[in-house]
């Protein structure tokens, strides 16, 4: 009646005090964007939403989900498969196992990251929706049925004509305030919270990010890798094609194709490290580098690397333009120059 009365404007309502009125706004924007955000993670991270929705089943009813090939994987198999029957010996047969192998590394890469993101950014942002969230709308809810208790008192106050039914209105007004300021400081004291929610989901979103940068730069890695094991193929394939080929029309359209393809491949690193590098290739000097991320050596010849180390790098004529020597004490080796951030 109480709630009945108010909207029909026929009833006085108490209001909330204005700081409680913002923790209450804060909270409702925090649990619309953090919806919003986690729902399209989960969108960017699994595109497929029949796959999303099978996940969400079998994580519902507490199984784990079948493992299946993700997209990279299975370009990866079909470009390996299809390299075996072309010829392993061919150089068509040989570049497709290559990319395919490459292929297959960018879908474990893939997968890495959706678990990674899955665990540290999407978990605790589902966390606070269906759990923090769940407790403020319930007391929420206790604050709005003590909040009209107690105006509904304050009423019957106003409409009591003899002494006796007064005193026992003001008596029933005393215990539906005090019922009142009590639920609403439980209310305010868990809006409080909602700060350090956003402390923790700033601790989240940087461990997204991070995952996410060792994804970039592991893929980044793996197409530099695949475009140097592919730096041999164009000579072969020309021979290969020309030995093969019955219609002139091919042996005169590769060229051109392979030039055109060659002049947009630049070496990628290039423009990343601009200047400074060019710089340090022209001179005989060395300069000090910051590592980026870790680096595996893939033989003796190359030097492994700590993320945040500094090193000392420096150029030998007829170098790779993608790699720089690099000294640490007593042992030297080649450093790929995309893991490194030259120092002043």
């Known amino acids: 009646l109480q709630f009945t009365e108010e909207k029909l404007g026929q009833a006085e309502k108490t209001e909330l005090d204005a700081h409680l009125e913002n923790l209450l706004s804060k909270a409702e924007c925090t649990k619309l964007w953090t919806e919003k955000i986690m729902k399209q993670t989960e969108v960017l991270l699994q595109p497929n939403p029949n796959a999303r929705i099978e996940e969400f089943v079998y994580e519902k009813l507490d199984r784990k989900a079948p493992s299946r090939m993700n997209n990279p994987e299975l370009l990866g198999q079909y470009m390996i498969d299809a390299g075996n029957e072309f010829g392993p010996g061919t150089a ?5 196992i290559k990319c395919g192998e490459t292929q297959k590394r960018i879908g474990a890469a893939d997968r890495e990251l959706i678990q990674t993101s899955a ?30 208790d107690l105006d509904a008192a304050k009423t019957r106050l106003k409409k009591a004509k003899v002494a006796e039914a007064r005193a026992a209105s003001e008596q029933e007004v005393r215990i539906t ?44 890695q793996y ?15 020309l021979s290969n094609n020309n030995q093969s ?17 060659s002049a947009s491949l630049p070496s990628v690193s290039n423009s990343m490290v601009a200047s400074g590098l060019s710089e340090l290739k022209s001179s005989s000097g060395s300069r000090k580098a910051r590592v980026l991320y870790d680096y595996d050596a893939a033989n003796s010849s190359e030097l492994s690397l700590l993320a945040d180390e500094v090193i000392t790098v420096y150029s030998i004529p007829g170098m790779d333009s993608d790699w720089l020597m690099g000294e640490r004490g007593n042992q030297k080796g080649k450093v790929p120059i995309t893991y490194l951030e030259l120092l002043n």
């Open 223 to 237: 197409m530099l890798d695949l475009q140097k094991q592919l730096g041999s193929f164009p000579s072969t394939f």
């Open 177 to 220: 305030q005090s019922e009142f300021d009590r639920q609403a400081e439980i209310t305010r004291l868990l809006l409080e919270g909602i700060s350090s929610t956003h402390a923790h989901h700033l601790r989240c979103l940087n461990d997204f990010v991070e995952a996410q940068m060792t994804y970039y730069a592991q893929c980044y």
């Open 92 to 96: 068509y047969g040989n570049a497709l």
């Open 245 to 261: 080929s019955t219609a002139p029309v091919q042996s005169v359209s590769t060229p051109s194709v392979l030039a055109s393809a």
């Open 119 to 148: 665990i540290n950014f999407l978990t605790p942002l589902r966390n606070f929706i269906e759990g923090d969230y769940k407790t403020i709308t319930k007391e929420r809810k206790l604050l709005q049925n003590k909040r009209l």
